[in-house]
Nanobody
Framework: QVNLIESGGGLVQPGGSLRLSCAAS????????MAWYRQVPGKERELLAA???????LTVDSVKGRFTISRDNAKNTAYLQMNSLKPEDTAVYYC???????????????WGQGTQVTVSS
């Protein structure tokens, strides 16, 4: 079992930045792959970025160059730095604890409650 709590969402103007945090407890954090997803109403949850326990990472093309995933194993926390935000980035953002295998991320059914990000002027 793993518990995840996201924070750091809010209202930001286009072009602005936010850093989301995901505090994890329950499993040995350093051994788990972590990922960030987002979801807008009526659409499926979308993978944004993932990082393995040893620091390998992937970022989807739609946010590459603007979003960066990182982790601090000493703090049991994963982060998503989001820069140059656009109105279309408005969504609920979730973190996930999953499996990293052969350069790909596989989600498991461990999700936080989500944090709302709204990009608007």
């Amino acid at each position: 079992q793993v518990n995840l709590i996201e924070s750091g969402g809010g209202l930001v103007q286009p072009g602005g930045s936010l850093r989301l945090s995901c505090a994890a407890s329950g499993r040995i954090f350093s051994r788990n792959a972590m990922a960030w997803y987002r979801q807008v109403p009526g659409k499926e949850r979308e993978l944004l970025a993932a990082m393995s326990s040893d620091g390998s990472e992937l970022t989807v093309d739609s946010v590459k160059g603007r979003f960066t995933i990182s982790r601090d194993n000493a703090k049991n926390t994963a982060y998503l730095q989001m820069n140059s935000l656009k109105p279309e980035d408005t969504a609920v953002y979730y973190c996930n604890s999953g499996i990293w295998l052969n350069g790909r991320y596989y989600s498991q059914n461990f999700w936080g409650q989500g944090t709302q990000v709204t990009v608007s002027s």
